[in-house]
């Protein structure tokens, strides 16, 4: 019976640093898409404009990192209620381009 419960103590702990490896990639990728984003600003500091090309990547950089920032706060909702963050899922641009920030 000990062994049991210690198990799933394990188990447990176990999911729960998945849970937060999970989040840290998230995290990961947010930094690296803004550090992607930060980069196009500064090539453009001194008044040139973006291309057609950058502009677009831009707009797809911001859009992805609504996604993701979504998706970190559903995560982190869901453990806080106790329920499994793995179930959150990415939303579509859609949804995400909508919310105030």
Do not use: C
């Amino acid at each position: 019976m000990q062994w049991s419960r210690a198990r799933k103590g394990e188990t447990a702990e176990r999911k729960r640093q998945d849970d937060m490896a999970n989040d840290v990639d998230i995290i990961h990728r947010i930094d690296a898409l803004v550090e992607e984003e930060h980069a196009l600003e500064r090539a453009h500091g001194d008044g040139k404009s973006l291309s057609k090309d950058e502009k677009g990547r831009l707009h797809e950089l911001e859009v992805q990192l609504d996604q993701l920032w979504d998706l970190l706060r559903q995560r982190r909702a869901r453990r806080a209620a106790g329920l499994d963050p793995d179930d959150a899922a990415t939303r579509d641009p859609s949804t995400v381009e909508g919310y105030r920030q």
